[in-house]
């Protein structure tokens, strides 16, 4: 297979058009058909000279993510399923910063993005895991998850613009002169979390590679700082990253706060108890010097009695950490439940009494299937029946 052209640094690309001849200038020209503009095929790079354009079709591939289902509306949290070249799917979920709440739709926007296709370390509670691993992602792979979304949201915009040209030209009773082109350089995603499908330092080098790529003035233009990774425990990992020079966000989806619920809920703990990964966590803030954050997701009679959040805030406490609460999302075929809203609040003020810093996230996301890689779950399950003879 031949290497894909969004998994290549500028340094990279610099590099290759020299042993081609090429001049620099034209690499600044790709990079903006790539990062700005947001080019789908070859033929689109109409200011690079024919020749080059053959050498690059010749070398490399530019795969695009086929958008193959999508749920929630504009003003929501909106989930993409992608189809990726050889048919595997993933997810990534785009989030408003403010949901609109007030009938006002935000501009800034969080993409929750995936880095493998199923996942190996099958947590208890998770539909990512349940077929289990399948592949990585390559770098161009988690790339294009932004860009395809970026893409999306100008086509809709343009869609929607057209809509609205076309009923005010028809309420003046002139003719229809509506047929305004897709926006291509509008940002849409100002955060990025890697929380989506798949365990994104289980994908290491992939991984930094593509943030580099995402956060690079010529690619993505997105702050480190506005980067966060998730991880479920790799303590090893998690020094690794310390020494990345890059100023990533680190949260942990940490889900029990003693090895007794956190070996019951994740695999990953019998490797890395918690006396592990909360040395890890301590050496990476030593040196980084960040906030790390706490995932918690609430599970009804599993790990949501009042008696786990001594612990919690304690761990919280040593790790300078603050604790972001989730109540369960149902997963289909799995036993877990979402405890009570007032199971929640109770837990939230609890800890917050403790002296924690913790926030419950309170909208609702059954609707959408919310729970990571159950869309593309379904769609998987529906797919292979429809096939049975
Ligand atoms: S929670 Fe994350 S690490 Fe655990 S199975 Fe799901 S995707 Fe994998």
Redesign the pocket.
């Known amino acids: 297979m031949p290497t894909d052209i969004k998994s290549l640094t500028r340094e990279e690309l610099e590099a290759q058009f020299k042993t081609w001849g090429e001049p620099a200038f034209r690499v600044t020209q790709l990079l903006d058909w790539l990062y700005v503009r947001r080019a789908t095929t070859w033929d689109a790079l109409s200011n690079l000279p024919k020749t080059l354009r053959a050498k690059l079709r010749e070398n490399f591939s530019l795969e695009i993510l086929e958008l193959a289902r999508k749920q929630g509306s504009p003003d929501t949290t909106q989930k993409f399923l992608w189809q990726l070249a050889d048919g595997q799917f993933i997810e990534s979920v785009l989030i408003p910063a403010n949901p609109a709440l007030y009938g006002e739709a935000s501009d800034r926007h969080t993409l929750c993005i995936s880095t493998q296709v199923g996942?190996a370390?099958?947590?208890r509670f998770?539909a990512?895991?349940l077929d289990g691993w399948k592949r990585n992602l390559g770098v161009h792979e988690i790339v294009e998850q932004i860009l395809a979304v970026e893409r999306w949201s100008a086509a809709e915009s343009s869609r929607l613009k057209v809509a609205s040209c076309k009923l005010e030209t028809a309420a003046a009773d002139e003719p229809a002169t509506c047929n305004l082109q897709p926006a291509t350089d509008s940002r849409v995603v100002n955060n990025l979390v890697v929380m989506g499908?798949?365990?994104p330092l289980a994908n290491y080098d992939n991984l930094i590679k593509a943030l580099k790529i995402l956060n690079a003035p010529w690619g993505g233009g997105i702050g480190a700082r506005r980067m966060t990774i998730s991880t479920?425990g790799l303590a090893p990992q998690i020094r690794k990253l310390a020494v990345e020079p890059m100023q990533f966000r680190l949260a942990i989806?940490l889900h029990g706060a003693t090895d007794e619920v956190r070996n019951r809920l994740?695999p990953v703990n019998k490797k890395y108890p918690l006396s592990e990964l909360t040395a890890a966590c301590e050496d990476y803030q030593k040196v980084k010097g960040r906030m790390i954050t706490l995932e918690y997701i609430l599970i009804a009679g599993i790990n949501d009695s009042l008696e786990q959040t001594r612990p919690l805030a304690t761990l919280a406490k040593r790790l300078y950490a603050k604790i972001n609460l989730i109540p369960y999302n149902k997963v289909e075929g799995l036993p877990w439940v979402r405890p009570a809203d007032e199971v929640c609040e109770r837990f939230l003020a609890a800890l917050e009494k403790l002296g924690v810093t913790a926030m419950l996230r309170r909208e609702k996301g059954g609707d959408i299937d919310a729970a990571?890689?159950q869309l593309r779950l379904k769609t998987e399950r529906a797919l292979a029946e429809s096939q049975q003879p």
């Open positions: 996942c370390y099958g947590c998770c990512s895991g499908m798949g365990e479920s989806s994740m990571c890689g």
